[in-house]
Nanobody, 126 residues
C-alpha cells in the first residue's frame, strides 16, 4: 500500500468531538509533513491543518483555529486531527496527505502534497 489511510469519521451532533487518524505504512517512520484537507458537497477541497515532519510547526485554517488540533507520533507512523465543538459547516470528506519531499514544514497548498488518502466522511447534524 502506498497511500495513507484515514479513519475516525462518522455522524455526530453539533458541539460534539471526533478524532481522525491517518496512518502511513509505506514510508517507514513518518518523516513527511502532513496536512488535512476537506471537501464539502459542491465545494472545492480546502486546507484544514498541517504539521511539520517533527511536529514543531502547525498551521490551521481560520475556520477551525481554536477548535481543531493536529498532532503526530512518528514512531507510530500516525497523525491525528482532534476536532472539537463541531459545527454543521464542518461536514465534509476529510483527507490526509503527505508532502512530496521529506523533512518539510507543512503547506496550505495541495500541489505540495503527493500522497493522499481516500478520505473519511464527517457529518455534523444540527
Amino acid at each position: 500500500q502506498v497511500d495513507p489511510v484515514e479513519s475516525g469519521g462518522g455522524l455526530v451532533q453539533a458541539g460534539d468531538s471526533l478524532r481522525l487518524s491517518c496512518v502511513d505504512s509505506a514510508r517507514g517512520s513518518l518523516t513527511y509533513a502532513m496536512g488535512w484537507f476537506r471537501q464539502a458537497p459542491g465545494k472545492e477541497r480546502e486546507f484544514v491543518a498541517s504539521i511539520s515532519w517533527r511536529g514543531g510547526t502547525t498551521d490551521y485554517a481560520d475556520s477551525v483555529k481554536g477548535r481543531f488540533t493536529i498532532s503526530r507520533d512518528n514512531g507510530k507512523n500516525t497523525a491525528w486531527l482532534q476536532m472539537n465543538s463541531l459545527k454543521p459547516e464542518d461536514t465534509a470528506v476529510y483527507y490526509c496527505a503527505l508532502e512530496e519531499h521529506p523533512f518539510a514544514s507543512g503547506s496550505r497548498r495541495e500541489r505540495d502534497y503527493k500522497y493522499w488518502g481516500q478520505g473519511t466522511q464527517v457529518t455534523v447534524s444540527t
